[in-house]
């Protein structure tokens, strides 16, 4: 039977628009920590953020072993996920019912999921362009291997509140 493994490290904040730049990582979290999965289950990532009640916009990204990481969907709350091009709701839903709070799930764990799974969260806004992210990678892998994360990485995320294909 295979194993699905999945691994949370610190979170790293990041945004342009906050003049301190680097914010303190518990301001955006996901758990569980660790979570074991048998291959063929289900594998739920919870997010939740302590920013303004501003921040509606959740996003999640994939990124596969040597490849660049990849938008996944967009989520407001009470509404239903916008999936980014090959990525759709039979492999992969999110829900989120409370402004500061989310989920992410992925179908039927394989082998081709195995990866770094990152939350990230958005202010809302009509006049102003705002993006704010988090680097926080949760690895799926299948067996008994484990992937070392580095802590020690920043990303930097900028984008517009208008568009949910920001560039990262």
């Known amino acids: 039977m295979g194993l699905v ?4 490290t610190r979170i790293i904040f990041w945004s342009d ?12 979290t996901q758990s569980p920590t ?12 919870n997010c939740s953020h302590t920013m303004e009640l501003s921040y ?4 999640w990204y994939r990124q596969l072993p040597g490849e ?7 989520i407001t709350t009470n509404n239903k996920p916008e999936y980014s091009g090959g990525f759709s709701e039979d492999k992969i839903s999110a829900n989120k019912t409370e402004v500061q709070s989310g ?5 039927k764990l394989e082998t081709g999921d195995s990866g770094m799974y990152f939350c990230a969260v958005s202010q809302h806004s009509d006049t102003e362009d705002k993006y704010s992210c988090t680097k926080t990678p949760v690895s799926v892998v299948i067996g008994y291997n484990i992937i070392q994360i580095d802590e020690g990485l920043i990303m930097y995320c900028r984008g517009t509140s208008n568009s949910t294909s920001n560039n990262v």
């Open 5 to 8: 493994i999945l691994f949370i």
């Open 17 to 28: 628009f906050i003049p301190t730049g680097l914010v303190d990582g518990n301001d955006v």
């Open 34 to 45: 660790i979570l074991f999965v048998p291959k063929d289950d289900d594998a739920k990532i």
């Open 56 to 59: 509606i916009h959740m996003y």
């Open 68 to 74: 660049g990481m990849k938008q996944v969907l967009y």
């Open 103 to 107: 989920s992410f799930t992925v179908k």
